[in-house]
């Protein structure tokens, strides 16, 4: 809830600023069962988990960083719609490369943003993720699981 929201926020200030971090830092979290909040992993780096951040923020993690670390004022944080959902695409297909797949994707499903590392596909390995945006969570979870479907 709003508490434990509000305690994650407090650790991951607390964490930066005792580490005098410049630029982007990652504070992974666990909450327990009995509602206690625990530091999992931090990455001084953007990170997977704000990776969403490239089409559902004014200003990506990335762009962000880079304002950082060049003392640039910090762009908007703000999310460009009510919800935005990042979809890892691991392994890749069995046949032909991620690059053949793209135009099916694309045309079935024009509102995901599909980003690829250039990595040579191999099972279990993350190649790539997809993003989608928008107003409704049921329809923005199927367009970014569908179209992620694609590239398996």
């Given at each position: 809830?709003e ?5 994650a ?6 964490v930066?600023?005792?580490l ?7 504070v992974?979290?666990f909450e327990t069962?009995?509602?206690?909040i625990?530091v999992?992993?931090?990455a001084?780096?953007p990170?997977n ?16 960083h ?8 910090l ?7 009510p919800?935005?959902?990042?979809v890892?695409?691991l392994g ?5 490369g991620?690059e053949?797949?793209f ?6 499903h ?18 790539g993720?997809?993003n ?8 923005v979870?199927?367009?970014?699981r569908a179209?992620?479907?694609?590239f398996?």
């Open positions: 809830g508490r434990l929201q509000r305690a926020a407090e650790i991951g200030v607390a930066a600023e005792g005098g971090v410049t630029g982007m830092l990652a992974e979290l069962t009995d509602e206690r625990l999992n992993e931090l001084m780096r990170h988990s704000g990776h969403w951040s490239q089409d559902g923020a004014v200003t990506s993690q990335f762009e962000q880079l304002r950082a670390v060049l003392d640039l004022p762009g908007s944080a703000d999310a460009v719609a919800w935005s959902v990042m890892n695409v890749g297909p069995a046949e032909g991620l053949d797949r135009a099916d994707a694309m045309s079935a024009p509102t995901a943003k599909i980003h690829t590392y250039g990595k040579a596909p191999r099972p279990g390995r993350k190649v993720h997809v989608v945006v928008g107003d409704d969570l049921d329809d979870v199927y367009e970014a179209a992620a479907a694609f398996d």
